[in-house]
């Protein structure tokens, strides 16, 4: 598809509401929360509270499911959110809370990753889909790398360039000074700077028939968060290419119409 021209970025609002929308129609979530749980489950390194920090953490509809998950083996473990959006670190904090848990220290940092300015170490380091949207990439991952415990693991869960994000590559606009960090340029870095990693694919699928259901709002919502933009403001024009593309690469499951929505999850140790 050809770049589109029409563009308007998702308010941190339509943000965060369009990616629970997306998240709860894909499979993928509960995928990646079962990677997360064995890597993290596995690290047994550490003599005090286990130290994890998520960054790009979001409204915590991954990570606070991982905090309960890791709060029942009753390890005390400390963990940090850093996020910019103000929205989604306030509902992390809201529904954290709910949970009462008490072997866990939740710091939030509501702040972009690049002015993060924290000299402890961690034990794990993860980002779920964040890294696409950092302003430099190389940099970034270098830094985190650095804030590495002695046998610490950096994760990494980042889409491949496929059919579905090809959509969300045609709009988005905040990257125009260079091209998004799909997982084959994420490996390639990698690769190029002599770092160990492992990589393994895991393979969701996400729903999206209502996509195709005119003037329906969870429809709306999984488009804008597909397309990163928010696509109540593109002309018909605009919105019926979408659609198109979106058709072309679906398949029918019984009645409903599913995109592969996988992921790459990569380990740096
Ligand atoms: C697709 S969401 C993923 C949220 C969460 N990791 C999850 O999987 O549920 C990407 C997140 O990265 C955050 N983000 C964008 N730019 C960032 C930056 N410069 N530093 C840290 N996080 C950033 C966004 O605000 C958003 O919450």
Redesign the pocket.
């Known amino acids: 598809m050809q770049e589109s021209h029409s563009c308007r970025q998702l308010s ?1 609002k339509r ?2 509401v369009t ?1 629970e929308t997306f ?1 709860r129609s894909s499979t993928q ?1 509960r995928l ?1 929360l079962r990677a997360l749980e064995e890597l993290i489950g596995s690290h047994s390194d550490s003599s005090g509270p286990l130290r994890i920090l ?10 606070n499911q991982l905090i309960s998950s890791i709060a029942l083996s009753s390890r005390c473990f400390n963990y940090t959110g ?4 103000p929205v ?1 670190c306030q509902r992390f904090r809201e529904s954290f809370d709910k949970l009462a848990l008490k072997n866990v220290e939740l710091k939030l940092k509501v ?4 002015s ?1 300015d924290i000299n402890e170490p961690f034990d794990i380091i ?5 890294l ?4 430099d990439p190389a940099d ?1 991952l270098e830094k985190l790398r650095k804030l590495l415990a002695p046998n610490g693991k950096l994760v990494m ?1 980042h889409a491949p360039n496929e059919s579905l994000n090809q959509l969300s590559e045609c709009f988005w606009s905040h990257h125009v000074d260079h091209d998004i960090w799909f997982s084959k340029r994420l490996e390639e870095h990698l690769v190029r700077e002599n770092i160990d990693f492992t990589r393994h694919r895991i393979h969701g699928e996400v729903d999206v028939t209502q996509c195709f259901e005119s003037g329906c709002d969870h429809g709306e919502k999984l488009l804008d968060f597909i397309t990163q933009n928010d696509c109540r403001e593109s002309g018909v024009e605009v919105l019926e290419r979408c659609l198109y593309f979106l058709k072309k690469i679906s398949h029918v499951d019984g009645s409903s119409l599913k995109v592969e929505h996988p992921a790459d999850v990569f380990v740096v140790t």
Do not use: M, R, W
């Open positions: 941190d943000f965060d990616h998240e979530q990646v998520s960054v790009g953490c979001g409204s915590g509809i991954l990570d850093v996020d910019p959006n989604a702040q972009g990753i690049e993060l993860q980002l779920t889909h964040a696409y949207y950092f302003k970034t869960v």
